[in-house]
């Protein structure tokens, strides 16, 4: 009989490709997961992974075995969510993801809010770009994520937060007009900063600056705002920063922060989580208090 553990252990095992990763993922030794996958393989009838010499492969089986395996698993999870919930709200584990250009400048702000109003949450948090969030909560392995909306993903509800106007970071200079405010047409002189792909927060930049031909062009790879920062203090270019950051990145008298023309460029930052969820309710309180931690912030709330 296939159970609970033996497809905990495949999904380990699909995830690592590695016997001894897997089996520190679980907490168990290498010899017992591997006898496991041995027994789910023998009551299956079909050989679900190649053993190479340092790693393993999925079969073409063994890939539609942990897929169905995941789902199972995310279903079992729903069920227990489902148990918790019918309780009191908010208590046990939530896994929550953010993005790099939220999380410290969020984070601060309400996790000592979430443990004083809810001291039975045990809260994990994830921080890793937006495609990643959203396969991680797609599969299960996160409850809920935030990231600036939309969610184009079929399956995901999403509520939206507080709206992040964008400012225009760039060196500070005597002649500088601090009250003025900046227009798109300001940009084509300038060298825009960016963070390297796969950042959210370089694509919001880019749509704003799309009809800008810049004389500098863009120089690209930055991996954190504090690096873009130290750049634009150094007069290497400018850049636009989201204004939940401004507190905490413009530290340096180097850097002069000015506000765009209206209509300004911003981003939704929202909470999203599966349909099939049955913590609804639980997401729910989650957003009130989000919305109330970041207002009280100064944040122009949204929603």
């Known amino acids: 009989m296939i159970s609970l553990r033996q497809l905990r252990y495949l999904d380990a095992l699909a995830t690592h490709l590695h016997f001894r990763k897997a089996a520190d993922a679980v907490s168990v030794s290498q010899p017992a997961l591997s006898m496991q996958i041995k027994e789910l393989e023998r009551d299956l009838g079909v050989m679900l992974i190649e053993r190479l010499p340092n790693r393993v492969r999925l079969t073409r089986e063994g890939e539609e075995v942990a897929a169905r395996a995941r789902a199972i698993l995310t279903d079992v999870q729903d069920l227990h969510d489902y148990a918790r919930q019918a309780g009191q709200p908010l208590t046990g584990p939530l896994r929550l993801g953010i993005i790099p250009s939220i999380a410290p400048y969020l984070l601060p702000r309400i996790l000592p809010v979430l443990s004083s109003a809810h001291p039975e949450l045990r809260l994990t948090i994830r921080e890793t770009l937006t495609q990643a969030l959203t396969e991680e909560l797609q599969e299960g392995k996160l409850d809920a994520i935030i990231i600036a909306l939309p969610a184009d993903t079929a399956g995901l509800i999403s509520e939206p937060l507080f709206e992040d106007r964008f400012l225009l ?15 798109p047409d300001d940009l084509e002189k300038e060298n825009i900063l960016l963070l390297e792909e796969g950042h959210c927060l370089r694509d919001q930049a880019l ?15 930055a991996t954190s705002l504090a690096t873009v920062m130290q750049m634009v203090a150094a007069g290497y270019g400018v850049t636009l920063l ?37 913590r609804s309710k639980d997401f729910g309180i989650l957003v009130d208090t989000l919305r109330k931690t970041v207002g009280k912030a100064g944040c122009r709330l949204a929603g």
């Open 169 to 183: 970071a760039r060196c500070a200079s005597d002649t500088l007009d601090r009250d003025r405010r900046v227009l």
């Open 207 to 221: 749509n704003y600056c799309q009809n800008v031909s810049t004389a500098g062009g863009n120089t690209l790879g």
């Open 242 to 278: 989201p204004e939940i950051c401004a507190d905490f990145e413009v530290r340096d008298e180097r850097v002069t922060l000015l506000r765009f023309a209206d209509p300004q460029p911003a981003r939704t930052v929202g909470l999203v989580w599966r349909k099939s969820s049955p």
